[in-house]
Nanobody
Framework: QVQMVESGGGLVQAGGSLRLSCVVSGRSFSTYDMGWFRQAPGQERQFVASIPWTGAYKSYADYVKGRFTISRDNAKNTVYLQMNSLKPEDTAVYYC????????????????WGQGTQVTVSS
Protein backbone atom coordinates (compact mmCIF):
# COMPACT_ATOMS: atom_id res chain seq x y z
CA GLN A 1 0.00 0.00 0.00
CA VAL A 2 1.36 3.39 -1.01
CA GLN A 3 1.09 6.11 1.59
CA MET A 4 1.59 9.76 0.77
CA VAL A 5 1.83 12.54 3.31
CA GLU A 6 1.77 16.22 2.37
CA SER A 7 3.03 19.02 4.57
CA GLY A 8 3.90 22.69 4.34
CA GLY A 9 0.50 24.26 3.91
CA GLY A 10 -0.69 27.19 5.96
CA LEU A 11 -1.86 30.79 5.97
CA VAL A 12 0.16 33.35 4.04
CA GLN A 13 -0.40 36.88 2.79
CA ALA A 14 -0.74 37.63 -0.88
CA GLY A 15 2.69 37.85 -2.49
CA GLY A 16 4.17 35.39 -0.03
CA SER A 17 5.64 31.94 -0.52
CA LEU A 18 5.11 28.41 0.70
CA ARG A 19 6.86 25.14 0.00
CA LEU A 20 4.80 21.97 -0.01
CA SER A 21 6.37 18.56 0.48
CA CYS A 22 4.97 15.11 -0.16
CA VAL A 23 6.71 12.01 1.16
CA VAL A 24 5.79 8.73 -0.51
CA SER A 25 6.23 5.37 1.20
CA GLY A 26 7.63 2.32 -0.52
CA ARG A 27 10.42 1.49 -2.92
CA SER A 28 8.74 2.49 -6.15
CA PHE A 29 8.76 6.28 -5.82
CA SER A 30 11.48 6.65 -8.45
CA THR A 31 9.21 4.91 -10.98
CA TYR A 32 6.17 7.15 -10.38
CA ASP A 33 5.22 10.24 -12.29
CA MET A 34 4.17 12.79 -9.67
CA GLY A 35 1.64 15.56 -9.72
CA TRP A 36 0.18 18.33 -7.61
CA PHE A 37 -3.50 19.18 -7.79
CA ARG A 38 -5.75 21.53 -5.87
CA GLN A 39 -9.39 21.83 -4.99
CA ALA A 40 -11.19 24.90 -3.74
CA PRO A 41 -14.60 24.70 -2.04
CA GLY A 42 -17.35 24.03 -4.56
CA GLN A 43 -14.90 23.50 -7.40
CA GLU A 44 -13.53 20.47 -9.19
CA ARG A 45 -10.02 19.24 -8.54
CA GLN A 46 -7.65 20.95 -10.94
CA PHE A 47 -4.17 20.28 -12.22
CA VAL A 48 -1.31 22.39 -10.87
CA ALA A 49 1.98 20.76 -11.89
CA SER A 50 3.53 17.40 -12.72
CA ILE A 51 6.92 15.81 -13.22
CA PRO A 52 7.76 12.42 -14.74
CA TRP A 53 9.76 9.75 -12.92
CA THR A 54 12.89 10.84 -14.82
CA GLY A 55 12.51 14.45 -13.77
CA ALA A 56 13.45 15.33 -17.34
CA TYR A 57 10.75 17.94 -17.79
CA LYS A 58 7.91 19.61 -15.92
CA SER A 59 4.35 20.57 -16.75
CA TYR A 60 2.42 23.50 -15.28
CA ALA A 61 -1.07 24.88 -15.47
CA ASP A 62 -1.17 28.33 -17.07
CA TYR A 63 -2.47 29.92 -13.87
CA VAL A 64 0.65 28.94 -11.90
CA LYS A 65 3.31 29.07 -14.62
CA GLY A 66 6.19 31.32 -13.63
CA ARG A 67 5.16 31.30 -9.96
CA PHE A 68 5.22 27.63 -8.92
CA THR A 69 8.02 25.09 -9.31
CA ILE A 70 7.71 21.33 -8.97
CA SER A 71 10.74 19.21 -8.13
CA ARG A 72 11.52 15.76 -6.82
CA ASP A 73 14.23 14.03 -4.82
CA ASN A 74 14.12 10.33 -5.54
CA ALA A 75 16.64 9.60 -2.80
CA LYS A 76 14.21 11.07 -0.26
CA ASN A 77 10.99 9.75 -1.85
CA THR A 78 9.77 13.32 -1.86
CA VAL A 79 8.15 15.69 -4.33
CA TYR A 80 8.01 19.43 -3.69
CA LEU A 81 5.95 22.37 -4.84
CA GLN A 82 7.56 25.76 -4.34
CA MET A 83 4.86 28.41 -4.53
CA ASN A 84 5.87 32.05 -4.92
CA SER A 85 3.90 35.23 -5.51
CA LEU A 86 0.82 33.61 -4.04
CA LYS A 87 -2.58 35.06 -4.81
CA PRO A 88 -5.90 34.75 -2.94
CA GLU A 89 -7.20 32.64 -5.83
CA ASP A 90 -4.52 30.04 -5.01
CA THR A 91 -6.44 29.24 -1.82
CA ALA A 92 -7.34 25.52 -1.90
CA VAL A 93 -6.52 22.11 -0.52
CA TYR A 94 -3.41 20.90 -2.32
CA TYR A 95 -2.95 17.21 -3.06
CA CYS A 96 0.02 15.27 -4.29
CA UNK A 97 -0.59 12.23 -6.44
CA UNK A 98 1.40 9.37 -7.94
CA UNK A 99 0.91 7.89 -11.39
CA UNK A 100 2.32 4.57 -12.52
CA UNK A 101 1.97 5.71 -16.13
CA UNK A 102 1.45 6.90 -18.75
CA UNK A 103 2.38 10.52 -17.98
CA UNK A 104 -0.69 12.65 -17.49
CA UNK A 105 -1.96 15.99 -16.24
CA UNK A 106 -5.47 14.56 -15.79
CA UNK A 107 -6.31 13.72 -12.17
CA UNK A 108 -8.14 10.62 -13.43
CA UNK A 109 -4.80 9.28 -14.59
CA UNK A 110 -3.35 9.15 -11.09
CA UNK A 111 -3.35 6.04 -8.95
CA UNK A 112 -2.44 7.21 -5.44
CA TRP A 113 -3.36 10.36 -3.51
CA GLY A 114 -2.33 12.08 -0.33
CA GLN A 115 -4.78 13.48 2.19
CA GLY A 116 -4.20 17.08 1.18
CA THR A 117 -2.83 20.18 2.86
CA GLN A 118 -4.69 23.48 3.16
CA VAL A 119 -3.20 26.61 1.62
CA THR A 120 -4.91 29.89 2.45
CA VAL A 121 -3.78 33.16 0.92
CA SER A 122 -5.13 36.34 2.47
CA SER A 123 -5.48 39.59 0.56
Amino acid sequence: QVQMVESGGGLVQAGGSLRLSCVVSGRSFSTYDMGWFRQAPGQERQFVASIPWTGAYKSYADYVKGRFTISRDNAKNTVYLQMNSLKPEDTAVYYCAANVGPYSTDPNGYNYWGQGTQVTVSS
